[in-house]
Every structure is written in structure tokens, then in C-alpha cells.
């Protein structure tokens, strides 16, 4: 089955502990980013990745590091966690960046950060 | 830059009423648009989307959208709502640039199907 899988899908952490949030899609799909979701702010973009070694910042990349070693891999990393990046997590790939942008999205990640 | 608004935060309708649900875009160059689905405790599904051709799409479970260039719009509808229905919707619309696809996303309609 064709999917975008996230762990963990619950996660209960303290401020400064180090985290990683994993993503993996079945799909070959070259395109991967990070969304974020707040109450009242909708999907905010984290980072993305166009292809394996190449990734940039969404438009609230503070405070996350990503990483694409693998095609179908996309790890988002909270070196130092802090409350306000509780919130609700979604990976999501595409089949290009070139086409329609398309997203496939996991099924989240809830985070919250004492 | 492109930006999506979604009008109404809230929606309330009877089971069999009308859903319309608005979506206004902005964009300088041609868009691709899209509305998402999302139960409760998962991931966004997506409903419809329209690229080119003709501008009425329709999606999965009825619901159908316009795109309108003239109004900028995109609004989701379904001519009788049911219980199931009850999620909420994002509209999202993505614009072919220099860095690839960029996927922009209103802030959401929770949509609620009363008896």
C-alpha cells in the first residue's frame, strides 16, 4: 500500500531533550517536506526537500533541522525542544517538483514539549 | 507569493442541506488548487483538485468545486451534507516556481453536520 509513515504518532517530551521525528514514503517520490499544524494557523511549511542531499527552509524553520540521506527518508530533528513547538505534525511527498505539487501526507505526529 | 483564504472558520449545516464551503486564492501566475480532508486523528486526504481543462472538478463522497479565475475563487460544495462529513477542509494552492511546487494552505473550515 502506497503511504507516508510517521513516528512516533504521540510523543510527550520535556524542554531541551533532543527528539526525532521519523518519515518514510513507499512511493518514489522525489519531493518531501514538513508541515506544522496550529489551531487557527492551518499547515505552515517546516522545511522541504527537492531530491536526496538537497533541502531548505519552509517558512517557519526556526528551531528544526531536517536531513535526506535516503530518497524515501526524511527525518525532522528538535535539537532543543521548547513549548511553543508543541503543535501537530505532518510529513508529506510528491511525485516531482515539477508537476503538480500534490501532496501525499502521513497520518501526524503529536508533539508537546513540557 | 501566493496566499489562500478560506472564509468562515466554523461551518454549521443540517444533514441534507447544502455544504459550500469558500476558498479565494491569490497568485500571479496560473495556479494548481486543491482542498484536503481531514478526520479527526489523521492525516489530510485529498478531495479534488484542478490543474487544467475544465474548471468544475469532482472529488470523492459528492463533493464537487468551481474554479472561477474572474472571482479568484475555488469554493467546495456538496448538495447534501452528511453526517460523515464532518471534518475539517483545508483549500491549498500551489504555484510552479524557480525552487519547484510550493504548496500554500488557507487556515482551515471545521465543518459540522448537525441531525
Known amino acids: 500500500e502506497a503511504q507516508v509513515t510517521q513516528n512516533p504518532r504521540y510523543l510527550i517530551t520535556v524542554t531541551g531533550k533532543k527528539l526525532t521525528v521519523t518519515c518514510s514514503q513507499n512511493?518514489?517520490?522525489?519531493?518531501m517536506s514538513w508541515y506544522r499544524q496550529d489551531p487557527g494557523l492551518g499547515l505552515r511549511q517546516i522545511y522541504y526537500?527537492?531530491?536526496?542531499?538537497?533541502?531548505d527552509k519552509g517558512d517557519v524553520p526556526e528551531g528544526y533541522k531536517v536531513s535526506r540521506k535516503e530518497k524515501r527518508n526524511f527525518p525532522l530533528i528538535l535539537e532543543s525542544p521548547s513549548p511553543n513547538q508543541t503543535s501537530l505534525y505532518f510529513c508529506?511527498?510528491?511525485?516531482?517538483?515539477?508537476?503538480?505539487?500534490?501532496?501525499?501526507f502521513g497520518e501526524g505526529s503529536r508533539l508537546t514539549v513540557l | 507569493a501566493q496566499s489562500v483564504t478560506q472564509l468562515g472558520s466554523h461551518v454549521s449545516v443540517s444533514e441534507g442541506a447544502l455544504v459550500l464551503l469558500r476558498c479565494n486564492y491569490s497568485?500571479?501566475?496560473?495556479?494548481?488548487l486543491f482542498w484536503y480532508v481531514q478526520y479527526p486523528n489523521q492525516g489530510l486526504q485529498l478531495l479534488l483538485k484542478?490543474?487544467?481543462?475544465?474548471?468544475l472538478v469532482k472529488g470523492i463522497n459528492g463533493f464537487e468545486a468551481e474554479f472561477k479565475k474572474s472571482e479568484t475563487s475555488f469554493h467546495l460544495t456538496k448538495p447534501s451534507a452528511h453526517m460523515s462529513d464532518a471534518a475539517e477542509y483545508f483549500c491549498?494552492?500551489?504555484?510552479?516556481?524557480?525552487?519547484?511546487?510550493?504548496?500554500?494552505f488557507g487556515t482551515g473550515t471545521q465543518l459540522k453536520v448537525e441531525l
Open positions: 508529506a511527498s510528491s511525485p516531482g517538483t515539477r508537476k503538480t505539487g500534490e501532496l501525499f
Open positions: 512511493m518514489n517520490h522525489e519531493y
Open positions: 526537500s527537492m531530491n536526496v542531499e538537497v533541502t
Open positions: 497568485s500571479s501566475v496560473p495556479p494548481y
Open positions: 484542478y490543474t487544467t481543462g475544465a474548471t
Open positions: 491549498a494552492v500551489s504555484v510552479l516556481t524557480g525552487g519547484g511546487n510550493k504548496l500554500t
